[in-house]
C-alpha cells in the first residue's frame, strides 16, 4: 500500500509562490509515476504534472509550462510541486497522487481515473 500526504498549501497574493510537498510511503516508488491535480469549487478534478519516479521525465499542461516545476527527492520518498507566478486561477485544493507505470511510460494522456493512490488535498488560494 501506498499513503500519500499532502502539505505546504496556503494563501498567496497573484505573482507569488507556493512549494507543495507529497511525502510518500510504502514500496518501493521506482515503478511509479506520480502526478498533482486540482479541483477547484463546482469543478472535475484535473491533472496538472507529471513525474516518472525513477527517470525524473515531466510532463506538464500548458497552463502551467513556465510557471510550474515538478521535482522528486528519492531520499526523502517525497515529491514536489514548486509554483511561481501564481494565478487566480490557480486556486484549487490540490491532490497528489502515484499509479504504477513503467521506465518509458507516456505522462500525458492519464486521468484520474488511471491513477491508484491519492493524498487528501492541500488548499490552494491565490488572492488577485
Known amino acids: 500500500q501506498v499513503q500519500l500526504v499532502e502539505s505546504g498549501g496556503g494563501l498567496v497574493q497573484a505573482g507569488g509562490s507556493l512549494r507543495l510537498s507529497c511525502a510518500a510511503s510504502?514500496?518501493?516508488?521506482?515503478?511509479?509515476?506520480m502526478a498533482w491535480f486540482r479541483q477547484a469549487p463546482g469543478k472535475e478534478r484535473m491533472f496538472v504534472a507529471a513525474i516518472t519516479w525513477r527517470g525524473g521525465r515531466t510532463y506538464y499542461i500548458d497552463s502551467v509550462k513556465g510557471r510550474f516545476t515538478i521535482s522528486r527527492d528519492d531520499a526523502k520518498n517525497t515529491v514536489y510541486l514548486e509554483m511561481n507566478s501564481l494565478k487566480p486561477e490557480d486556486t484549487a485544493v490540490y491532490y497528489c497522487a502515484a499509479r504504477r507505470s513503467n521506465y518509458y511510460t507516456n505522462l500525458s494522456g492519464y486521468g484520474s481515473r488511471d491513477y491508484d493512490y491519492w493524498g487528501q488535498g492541500t488548499q490552494v488560494t491565490v488572492s488577485s
Open positions: 510504502g514500496r518501493t516508488f521506482s515503478s511509479y509515476a
